[in-house]
């Protein structure tokens, strides 16, 4: 069985930084795109950024310039750094993949549980 487990949420005050983790743990799998999603209270759901396996990246127009998306192949990581963080930005991430299992053979795209980011003074 693959997961996605994310780390790195909290309490940060206007103009901060956090860095989120999201690591794929599991057997027999690899993992192609990843990325972050956010869900602000009484708001949809909305991406943040998204990684190739590539290293290809596609950034919301909101976070373009603050937040950078990077990833390490080799550990099933990806991270987000989220710079000049604002109010706006306060949200639960969370983690996506799109997970190929070996055994058998079946296309997934996982969820991690989620992570809660909160900016303020």
């Known amino acids: 069985q693959v997961q996605l487990v994310e780390s790195g949420g909290g309490l940060v005050q206007p103009g901060g930084s956090l860095r989120l983790s999201c690591v794929a743990s599991g057997s027999s799998f690899s993992v192609g795109a990843m990325g972050w999603y956010r869900r602000a209270p009484g708001k949809q759901r909305e991406m943040v950024a998204t990684i190739s396996s590539g290293g290809i990246t596609n950034y919301s127009d909101s976070v373009k310039g603050r937040f950078t998306v990077s990833r390490d192949n080799t550990k099933n990581t990806v991270w987000l750094q989220m710079n000049t963080l604002n109010p706006e930005d306060t949200a639960v991430y969370y983690c996506?993949?799109?997970?190929?299992?070996?055994?058998?053979?079946?296309?997934?795209?996982?969820w991690g549980q989620g992570t809660l980011v909160t900016v303020s003074s």
């Open positions: 996506n993949a799109g997970i190929m299992t070996l055994n058998p053979v079946k296309y997934l795209e996982l």
